[in-house]
């Protein structure tokens, strides 16, 4: 289940503690926004492990007696020397809040904003494996298909950070997408790939703010695909925006569990470098 989900729902039954990094100089184990959330019998997320996670659940736990009575907050420094038995050489500033169930639609929003959005197109086999693959990481997925019913409800219930969306034609929902989105296109129909490619290709000419678009299949379907998205006008610069086959290079296995591993790390690389350097 995603971690803000697991988060949210454990809210419902009692206070918490939300660790969080506040920000960080040197080496470090998590940048800025990490964070993890103490209960009184457990933990959702993590800021790193080590004794640095082990020292700051006994900070957070000295603070539940005061959990969801307000809006108490500390800010602690830990180096990461010897004291704390580690040996990365940096420090690392750590915020703690005292959060209840009346946080939660905040909280939502705010852990949301550190998840990069991307678009799915495609609720088949492969689709559902990217989907579960996805959940637990930093993403926040629109999942969307012209089919009714076709989104597996054991992915879907609890997912967190899953929308499933039904759109028929299912082209319909490019325009609508989330600003910056990473688009995977694995559609059932080639036709409807075709269809979703040419909508994004168009939102680029426009707005130019879909920095991945990835379709699904071989070497042989984007010759035959550029063919006819180039009688549809679009020119082969426009073209080269698309990446097709999807994953990253060097793993060769058609499982839809393999391929969606292969596309995450290869969403994971877009996500490092639009950070730059």
């Avoid at 660790?19 to 940048?31: D, H, I, N, Y």
């Avoid at 997912?159 to 989330?178: K, M, N, R, W």
């Avoid at 793993?251 to 393999?258: N, S, Y």
Wanted: proline share 6%.
């Amino acid at each position: 289940m995603n971690p803000l989900r697991r988060l949210l729902d454990g809210l419902a039954c009692g206070p918490a503690v939300l660790v969080s990094v506040q920000s960080t100089q040197g080496s470090a184990p998590r940048g800025a926004g990490t964070w993890m959330a103490v209960f009184a019998g457990h933990i959702v997320g993590t800021i790193g492990g080590g004794r640095l996670e082990f020292d700051a659940t006994a900070e957070a736990r000295a603070m539940l007696g005061g959990a969801g009575a307000g809006a108490e907050t500390a800010v602690r420094r830990y180096a990461l020397g010897p004291s704390l038995g580690q040996c990365c050489g940096g420090v690392v500033f750590l915020r703690y809040e005292n959060i209840g169930a009346a946080h939660g639609p905040a909280l939502r929003l705010r852990l949301q904003a550190h998840h990069l959005p991307v678009a799915l197109f495609g609720g088949g086999h492969v689709g559902a494996a990217l989907a579960r693959v996805l959940a637990p990481l930093p993403f926040a997925l629109t999942w969307i298909d012209s089919r009714d019913e076709i989104f597996p409800p054991d992915i879907t219930a609890g997912a967190g950070d899953v929308v499933c969306e039904h759109s028929d034609p299912v082209q319909a929902a490019v325009p609508g997408l989330v600003p910056r989105s990473r688009v995977l296109v694995m559609s059932f129909s080639h036709a409807e790939d075709l269809d979703v490619v040419a909508a994004c290709l168009q939102r680029q000419r426009v707005r130019g703010d879909l920095p991945f678009i990835g379709l699904i299949g071989s070497r042989t379907k984007w010759a035959a695909f550029s063919s006819r998205l180039r009688a549809r006008g679009f020119s082969d610069e426009e073209l080269r925006a698309v990446t097709c086959p999807i994953g990253v290079p060097g793993i060769a296995g058609k499982e839809p569990e393999v391929i969606a591993v292969a596309v995450a790390a290869q969403l994971l690389q877009t996500m490092e470098s639009s950070r730059g350097p």
